[in-house]
């Protein structure tokens, strides 16, 4: 009979405590980003430290934890860095097929797709380089796998702004998406938004006119040495909420990474998108990078990369590396060493 405390005990050890983790991204390399003809301030040979996240997770039991992630960024007009809250939540894991988060948590799809792709630290996925999606968000949050893990789920009701802005609007976002894995490295996803992007707030002298929308689809194989995708997306009004006009915007992407030896690889990716396909329908954004990974150990990633960016069209589209376009054209080239590092 005295058994049975002792190995309670013991799960108790296993499953309580407090774990802290660390993941930086950096960078040194030359930049070259040019719109019509003319350098832009951000051009030039640097280093750049583009995240530096610190994450704590206290795990109280099997149901009950609460976590936080905080990260960084640079404010040019105060000539500082600043510290930030990603995420923040309490979470209740009812059972693997259900899970419940309160606070900013992981989206839907952006997170899920950085997991399938492996590049994350080298450039953004599509939706996330080119913003027409949040990566994490404050609301409520359920996660599950269903189906002996041959199928999961993410569905977020959130304020919309993204995890720097806890801005109330009169109404809440909602993003879902659905995976199925008929074998293991095989995965089929298709995601969904609709909302007013947090700007429909009370008072407001730009009121909410449109609602955003995003519909995702994803194909993607992942294993121990290969990696291929494919992601689409399409949206209506993203930038657009509180315009006149409404728009509309699709793009693709695609990647491949090939391991290819135990501590070496090869990848490329390739992203194509149509920004604002009825009030500006010639603009265009064609973006593709190449590179070289080395894995020395299992926590740090280098890579020696290539990246091109070209946007025409007339117009410009707001990207994570910059504004680039113009009247004409804008160009954006950049080669060096991308690092991450993981603990």
Same mark, same amino acid.
């Given at each position: 009979?005295?058994? @049975?405390?002792?190995?309670?005990?013991?799960? =108790?050890?296993?499953?309580?405590?407090?774990?802290?983790?660390?993941?930086?991204?950096?960078?040194?390399?030359?930049?070259?980003?040019?719109?019509?003809?003319?350098?832009?301030? @951000?051009?030039?040979?640097?280093?750049?430290?583009?995240?530096?996240?610190?994450?704590?997770?206290?795990?109280?039991?099997?149901?009950?934890?609460?976590?936080?992630?905080?990260?960084?960024?640079?404010?040019?007009?105060?000539?500082?860095?600043?510290?930030?809250?990603?995420?923040?939540?309490?979470?209740?894991?009812?059972?693997?097929?259900? @899970?419940?988060?309160?606070?900013?948590?992981?989206?839907?799809?952006?997170?899920?797709?950085?997991?399938?792709?492996?590049?994350?630290?080298?450039?953004?996925?599509?939706?996330?380089?080119?913003?027409?999606?949040?990566?994490?968000?404050?609301?409520?949050?359920?996660?599950?796998?269903?189906?002996?893990?041959?199928?999961?789920?993410?569905?977020?009701?959130?304020?919309?702004?993204?995890?720097?802005?806890?801005?109330?609007?009169?109404?809440?976002?909602?993003?879902?998406?659905?995976?199925?894995?008929?074998?293991?490295?095989?995965?089929?996803?298709?995601?969904?938004?609709?909302?007013?992007?947090?700007?429909?707030? =009370?008072?407001? @002298?730009?009121?909410?006119?449109?609602?955003?929308?995003?519909?995702?689809?994803?194909?993607?194989?992942?294993?121990?040495?290969?990696?291929?995708?494919?992601?689409?997306?399409?949206?209506?009004?993203?930038?657009?909420?509180?315009?006149?006009?409404?728009?509309?915007?699709?793009?693709?992407?695609?990647?491949?990474?090939?391991?290819?030896?135990?501590?070496?690889?090869?990848?490329?990716?390739?992203?194509?998108?149509?920004?604002?396909?009825?009030?500006?329908?010639?603009?265009?954004?064609?973006?593709?990078?190449?590179?070289?990974?080395?894995?020395?150990?299992?926590?740090?990633?280098?890579?020696?990369?290539?990246?091109?960016?070209?946007?025409?069209?007339?117009?410009?589209?707001?990207?994570?590396?910059?504004?680039?376009?113009?009247?004409?054209?804008?160009?954006?080239?950049?080669?060096?060493?991308?690092?991450?590092?993981?603990?």
């Amino acid at each position: 009979m005295a058994a @049975a405390p002792v190995a309670a005990a013991e799960k =108790e050890a296993v499953t309580t405590g407090t774990r802290i983790s660390g993941l930086m991204f950096a960078d040194v390399t030359n930049l070259d980003l040019t719109n019509d003809g003319v350098d832009s301030p @951000a051009s030039g040979t640097g280093v750049d430290v583009k995240r530096f996240y610190i994450g704590i997770t206290h795990t109280f039991d099997e149901v009950w934890s609460v976590h936080v992630t905080t990260d960084f960024n640079y404010v040019s007009n105060d000539n500082q860095t600043q510290l930030f809250i990603k995420k923040a939540y309490v979470q209740a894991k009812l059972s693997d097929a259900l @899970a419940g988060r309160l606070g900013s948590a992981d989206m839907p799809w952006i997170p899920f797709v950085e997991g399938l792709y492996g590049y994350r630290y080298v450039e953004q996925t599509i939706t996330d380089r080119l913003k027409f999606a949040n990566s994490a968000d404050w609301g409520l949050h359920a996660i599950g796998k269903l189906a002996r893990d041959k199928l999961n789920y993410s569905v977020s009701v959130v304020n919309g702004a993204g995890y720097k802005n806890t801005t109330r609007s009169s109404s809440m976002d909602v993003e879902a998406r659905i995976a199925f894995m008929p074998i293991k490295t095989l995965t089929l996803a298709l995601g969904g938004y609709t909302g007013k992007l947090g700007k429909d707030v =009370e008072g407001s @002298a730009t009121p909410a006119l449109h609602t955003a929308r995003r519909v995702n689809a994803l194909v993607a194989w992942a294993d121990d040495k290969l990696r291929v995708g494919a992601e689409y997306f399409y949206a209506e009004d993203w930038n657009q909420v509180t315009a006149v006009d409404s728009d509309t915007a699709d793009g693709y992407s695609g990647w491949a990474s090939y391991d290819f030896a135990p501590k070496w690889g090869v990848f490329t990716g390739v992203q194509v998108a149509k920004t604002s396909k009825d009030l500006n329908p010639d603009l265009e954004d064609r973006y593709f990078n190449v590179g070289v990974a080395h894995h020395p150990r299992e926590n740090i990633d280098l890579a020696l990369v290539y990246k091109d960016e070209r946007v025409d069209g007339g117009g410009t589209v707001n990207t994570s590396n910059g504004v680039i376009g113009g009247l004409d054209e804008g160009t954006y080239r950049e080669f060096g060493i991308w690092v991450r590092v993981a603990f």
